[in-house]
């Protein structure tokens, strides 16, 4: 059973340029949500998409935006981008319902920001 | 709102001693209980979780966690260290109120000495 997928793994922006990441979750898995992990920050919640519907947003400015297909792949968008932005972007998903399911983690987006 | 807090920044042992990682969640209702851990340039693998049930949670790899209500704890052990132990370990907390959004720790590196 393939894993979570995210493509692409390394990139290279330019400030004020946008840049938009591709995940498609574990087949049968209706709920993906991003993670952003820095070195100064952490792993912090972007948001989490369940059947095309947003279900929970984390505290990033609206730059910071994503969708899900019907068939559940994800991508997210950051527009306008700074040199903060700078970071590895984490896809992972899950079945479906409440925090009790196992959530699995992609191998994530490398996003260098110049 | 959750939180967690890894206690330690960095650990090292010597291969072969006890691994203990320490993990400590503010939750307002029952909490589920997750360790990661991630190897350099990859994604985060799911050690164990806790849900509900048995308080002591076997993992992948050996380790353990034991959740302690009282305590608000889940710490994480292994009786005897490998050298492939050596990475990034992160304890994370959700629950059925915010679905799959995961709060992390800080995380704890761990070094394997031979």
Known sequence: KAGVTQTPRYLIKTRGQQVTLSCSPISGHRSVSWYQQTPGQGLQFLFEYFSETQRNKGNFP?????R??????SEMNVSTLELGD????????SLAGTGANTIYFGEGSWLTVV | ???VTQLGSHVSVSEGALV???CNYSSSVPPYL?????????GLQLLLKYTTGATLVKGINGFEAEFKKSETSFHL?????HMSDAAEYFCAVSDMEYGNKL????????????
């Open chain 2, 77 to 81: 052990t292994k009786p005897s260290a």
């Open chain 1, 86 to 93: 700078s970071a590895l972007y984490l896809c992972a998903s």
């Open chain 2, 1 to 3: 709102a959750q939180s």
């Open chain 1, 68 to 73: 899900q297909f019907s068939n559940s792949r």
């Open chain 2, 34 to 42: 997750f360790w990661y851990v991630q190897y350099p340039n990859q």
């Open chain 2, 20 to 22: 203990l990682l320490r």
């Open chain 2, 103 to 114: 709060v992390f720790g800080a995380g704890t590196i761990l070094r394997v000495k031979s």
């Open chain 1, 62 to 66: 609206g730059r910071f935006s994503g």
